[in-house]
């Protein structure tokens, strides 16, 4: 599924996070973050099930499930933290992500298998977010020597755009032509003179045939007005940034 909880964290969640560590900046934040989408990674892939009921549950204990204290020790050695702090810190952003995927959960009946690939999908996000050594300690090693994305500047009209095109693509997918649909009956197959009615009602108009596509996820397929919606706010807040000076 695309879509990136770390910025969606980091942007819906701004003010909380800034309260919680003022004293770090937004890259070290992100960084925090990082970790916590990087060990619910790990929890989704050796129990998906438990890692669901908790989030559906909204049971934060999970969280340090298969971390000893050296390794979250050696997670701590890479934020502006002491342990303890870390700890409470980490505890609080979790619970900032289990809100918000419960909460798409809720909206559009994602279920086990939809929160699962939701999970799973945050290692595109993920790559340079956080030095290597957390991904070492948590053992994603896909993620280890990755660089983050270069960011670009946006343009408004241009992703709205974007935006308009990726819906309209989506709900075609699964949209097959009358056309299409008549020339594969089987009546018009075997029915010469109907054929022929068809071949002359069609001359003259060109005859585009369209690669099979795949159709996409029913749960995404649900998601996509909340997430169009998510991003046209980040959109119109960028705007109004853009416009204010």
């Known amino acids: ?6 910025d969606h964290l980091q942007n819906s969640r701004q003010t909380e996070i800034q309260a919680l560590v003022p004293a770090i900046d937004d890259n070290g934040q ?4 990082a970790i916590v989408l ?10 998906s099930q438990a890692l669901y009921q908790a989030i559906a549950a909204q049971k934060h204990d999970i969280f340090w499930q298969g971390l000893d204290d050296q390794a979250i020790s050696q997670l701590a050695a ?6 303890s702090e870390f700890k409470t810190v980490l505890d609080q952003l979790y619970g900032y992500a289990s809100n918000e995927i419960h909460a798409l959960d809720s909206t559009a009946n994602l279920e086990q298998a939809g929160v699962s690939e939701l999970i799973q999908g945050q290692t595109e996000y993920l790559a340079g977010a956080a030095p290597d050594q957390v991904w070492h300690v948590l053992n994603l090693t896909e ?20 935006l308009n095109k990726l819906m309209m693509d989506a709900s075609q997918m699964n949209t ?19 054929h022929h009615d068809q071949h002359d009602h069609a001359y003259g108009h060109a005859a585009i045939e369209l690669p099979p596509q795949r ?16 991003i046209l706010i980040a959109l119109w807040e960028i705007y109004n940034n853009l416009t204010g000076y």
């Open 1 to 6: 599924m695309a879509f990136s909880l770390l």
């Open 30 to 33: 992100r960084e925090l973050l």
């Open 38 to 47: 990087g060990q619910l990674i790990v929890l989704d892939r050796s129990n």
């Open 78 to 83: 890479t934020s502006a933290l002491p342990v």
């Open 143 to 162: 993620l280890q020597g990755q660089t983050a994305a270069t960011e670009t500047a946006v343009d408004l009209n241009a992703s709205i755009a974007s």
């Open 176 to 194: 097959q032509t009358p056309d299409h649909a008549h020339h594969n009956d089987p009546a018009v197959a075997h029915d010469p003179d109907l």
């Open 215 to 230: 159709p996409a996820p029913r749960f995404f397929l649900v998601l996509e007005p909340l997430i169009a919606l998510l």
